[in-house]
């Protein structure tokens, strides 16, 4: 891909917000506070003493890569980030909906990666809450509220929030304006 | 990226990016429809310059994927080598009439 | 049929505004081509050899009166005056362009129609029996649960990236006319011993490279819980597929890979996560969808026509159109009427404008307003009263729409071909009218009797050259386009694969082969009544292959 690249900002509840979370590679070793996302590998490996941490830890995840072995510590898991190595590989919108809908997990879910203006409704529906934003179109096109023109969807969504049945089961109307 | 492996004469098409009609470049960078009227070059360096003409930045938003074709040079002018080719420069082969 | 309520409409017209924004946003350069192209893709406009080409859906095949005469207008205001009639049961515009597409969305939303997933890695348009609601077989009628399906896949925010594209098809009839063995998903709607509505759901069937014929891997699915199993089965291909490889990344490739026990339990693991929801579909929903397709007010008629009959007596044109063009209907009194797009030499699926217009007018007349397109490139008109087919047959034959060939030799299946296609690799089309031509004479091609000859241009498939009682492959041979034959396929409850005959054939001896196989089987038939494909079961390739290779 040639798309042109920014600075990555992180969207989230509809706002530019500063970026509260660093994301550690498998080798260093883990700085002793602040909240701080790591692979799932990493994860495994050092899971004794990361589930002690104060402050809040998250799992990064590659596309498609299995929930399996961390199910069972979502309750302690405050994000997860999905990656979207390009935008036209959607496997991670099935496990952030997995995620949402069989897991119950609530906290923040995050779109890394190859993320575009044109893409973002279809994440926010999956159960998306937050987007690191590189490419320079889609920060503008946020920042002005020209995203995700389409209320009327045929399907229920991972967020209840936002949306109101409307006419058959299958159907939601988005109550943004 | 933009490496010829065709040897012979060439000559680049495209698209047209609003009316997607095929259309060929000219030397000066402009694009004509007419295949006759494209310039074509053997020499790889020339070669090259013709392709990195057709994908340099204003063609962005005039045409659709610019690629060399192998050419003959002909008494009319050039000509396309390859049937798809001579498809794309002339049209279907079949004409609708019932 | 179905009608579009305020949500669908809004919805619709919120997909033209979005698509004429992305239009702008690539004018203007603010997308590249490369962003651009899934994009337009998702509203099913393709650049093909010589322009763009714009694929309109056509759900499940049914058409109304109105909504083909706004297809003639597209085709005469903003194409060359036709249209061509896809094996997906859609229309393709082959000269649109780009700068008009948002105009065209919007002349279509006008009639409840778009072009949304008819192209790009998503759910494309659910077909179904093209004779559904009419056919005298009919079991269930599939449209309102092929227009449940529709809606749910339209722009379903999780299935829009798929590995590559899912093809859907629903039949409710136990003749398969909808070909769903070999689609990625095939469903058949039929009762249980209760009378309730139960599924057949049949995974991983395809054409392309490596066809397939799909696994039955449910056989008794309520119909309640139709969308939570097809989202079930979606997500686990999604997860599961290949991306690694584009020719290995449908699903049947994870079925063959994975095997059908292992899939059903990952399906049967997310289904369990997902039923009992939101997207299970109370009976009156349902019924809420089978209202929109109730049966038309038919009149109360005896099951023969005195009309009918003595022009079947009197005129052998007539009669010979009744015998090939006409399929049992439900209802006494009434008739399934095929108009052929495949006149003699002519491109198979194509029709004019003033065709178009010509059979809006027949079926708002005769038919209560109904046409089907096939995925054999023809058109039908489901509910004709049999008095009313003299006229109906003279209306048609004044606009050369009246072919006495529907199911016979020169009812050819072909994809557009190196005439228009970026994907191909040799002409169908020329292929086809030239065999049309050899086989003309209408007796000889009723004494042929059925015979389903299907040609593509290349290994995609588009020509459904797999699963034709013979079947035609368009490759390149060192820039010569070379052909070549299968036997044996079928698309229908009995699915089979072609075989490959042997050598492939010069686009001058093609027609010749073709002949000499078409001799072979008249030779080796036991009378009239065994159909090429029954011989060709009986006595397997190797006759036909001795008769072609020795003679050639």
Not at chain 2, 19 to 45: E, N, Y
Not at chain 3, 66 to 95: E, M, P, S, V
Not at chain 3, 454 to 474: D, P, W, Y
Request: include cysteine; glycine fraction near 8%.
């Amino acid at each position: 891909m040639s798309t042109p690249e920014a600075q990555p900002m992180l969207w989230r509840d509809g706002r530019f917000v500063e970026d509260d979370w660093r994301f550690a590679d498998d080798s260093t070793p883990l700085p002793d506070g602040g909240k701080l996302a790591v692979s799932k590998v990493r994860f495994l490996a050092d899971r004794s003493t990361l589930i002690t941490r104060s402050d809040g830890i998250a799992i990064a995840l590659a596309s498609g890569e299995a929930l399996g072995e961390i199910e069972n510590d979502l309750e302690r898991l405050e994000m997860i980030a999905l990656h979207f190595p390009r935008y036209a590989d959607g496997r991670n919108y099935s496990t952030a909906r997995i995620l949402r809908d069989r897991l119950r997990f609530n906290g923040e879910i995050r779109a890394r990666g190859d993320v575009l203006r044109d893409q973002i409704t279809f994440m926010i529906r999956a159960g998306f809450s937050a987007f690191e934003v590189s490419h320079p179109g889609t920060q503008v096109a946020l920042r002005d509220g020209r995203i995700g023109s389409i209320r009327h969807h045929y399907q229920p969504s991972s967020i209840d929030g936002g949306f109101e049945a409307s006419g058959y089961v299958w159907r939601r109307l988005s109550n943004r304006a | 990226m933009a490496k010829s492996r065709l040897g012979g004469l060439q000559a680049v098409t495209a698209n047209d990016l609003r009316s997607g009609a095929v259309v060929f470049m000219r030397r000066d960078g402009s694009w004509t429809d007419d295949v006759r009227l494209a310039d074509a070059a053997q020499d790889p360096v020339e070669v090259e310059r013709l392709i990195e003409l057709a994908r340099s930045g204003r063609n962005a938003t005039l045409v659709v994927d610019p690629v060399l074709i192998e050419v003959a040079a002909e008494a009319t002018g050039v000509a396309p080598i390859r049937l798809r080719e001579k498809i794309r420069a002339a049209g279907p082969t079949v004409t609708f009439d019932s | 049929m179905y009608r579009y309520d305020e949500f669908d409409s809004a919805f619709v017209l919120e997909r033209v505004a979005e698509f004429r924004d992305q239009v702008a946003r690539r004018l203007n350069g603010e997308l590249t081509e490369d962003q651009f192209k899934p994009l337009r893709l998702m509203n099913g406009v393709y650049l093909q050899l010589h322009a763009y080409m714009l694929r309109v859906a056509i759900p499940y095949g049914v058409l109304s009166s109105r909504q083909l005469r706004k297809l003639a207008y597209i085709a005469r205001r903003y194409d060359r005056d036709y249209g061509h009639f896809t094996t997906r049961q859609n229309i393709q515009f082959n000269w649109i362009k780009l700068a008009e597409m948002p105009d065209i969305l919007a002349e279509l939303a006008e009639v409840e129609m778009h072009a949304i997933q008819t192209s790009g890695n998503c759910i494309r348009n659910v077909t179904a029996d093209h004779f559904a609601g009419a056919a005298a077989d009919e079991v269930i009628d599939p449209r309102p649960y092929a227009e449940i399906l529709r809606q749910w896949s339209s722009l379903h925010p999780e299935f829009t990236f798929l590995p590559r594209k899912f093809k859907i098809a629903v039949t409710g009839s136990p003749h398969d006319r909808a070909a769903i063995q070999v689609h990625d998903i095939g469903l058949e709607a039929k009762r249980d011993s209760a009378g309730r509505v139960r599924f057949a759901v049949w995974v991983g069937g395809g054409q392309g490279r490596t066809p397939m014929i799909a696994k039955k891997i449910r056989d008794d699915l309520p119909e309640s819980e139709l969308l939570a199993y097809c989202e079930a089965i979606l997500r686990v291909y999604n997860l599961e597929g290949r991306r690694d490889n584009k020719y290995k990344a449908r699903i049947k490739i994870l079925v063959h890979e994975k095997g059908l026990d292992d899939l059903a339990d990952d399906v049967e693991l997310e289904f369990a996560s997902i039923r009992g929801k939101s997207l299970d579909l109370p009976a009156a929903e349902i019924a809420k969808i089978e209202a929109y397709f109730a049966p038309p007010p038919f009149d109360e008629l005896p099951a023969s026509s005195a009309i009918y009959d003595v022009a079947v007596r009197t005129d052998p044109e007539f009669a010979a159109f009744a015998r090939q063009n006409l399929a049992p209907h439900k209802i006494n009194g009434y008739s399934i009427v095929t108009i052929s797009l495949k006149p003699i030499g002519a491109p198979p699926g194509d029709a004019t404008s003033a065709q178009m217009e010509a059979i809006a007018d027949i079926a708002a007349r005769y038919s209560f307003d109904e046409i089907r397109v096939t995925h054999e490139q023809n058109l039908v008109l489901p509910h004709v009263r049999l008095d009313d087919l003299p006229v109906v047959y003279a209306m048609l034959a004044s606009t050369g729409l009246a072919t006495p060939n529907a199911g016979l030799v020169t009812d050819i299946i072909a994809c557009p071909g190196l005439d228009y296609c970026s994907l191909a690799n040799a002409r169908s089309i020329p292929v086809a009218q030239r065999i049309s031509e050899r086989f003309a004479d209408s007796s000889r091609q009723s004494d042929i009797g059925e015979l389903k000859i299907k040609i593509s241009g290349c290994i995609n498939a588009c020509g459904h050259h797999h699963v034709g009682h013979i079947g035609i492959l368009g490759v390149d041979r060192k820039g010569e386009e070379f052909y070549q034959i299968t036997l044996g396929g079928s698309a229908d409850e009995n699915c089979a694969i072609g075989e490959i005959v042997g050598p492939g054939f010069s686009a001058d001896q093609i027609v010749d082969a073709i002949e000499q196989i078409v001799a072979t089987y008249l030779e080796l038939r036991d009378s009239p009544r065994e159909r090429f494909i029954d011989v060709y079961r009986r006595v397997g390739v190797k006759p036909f292959q001795e008769s072609l290779y020795v003679n050639a």
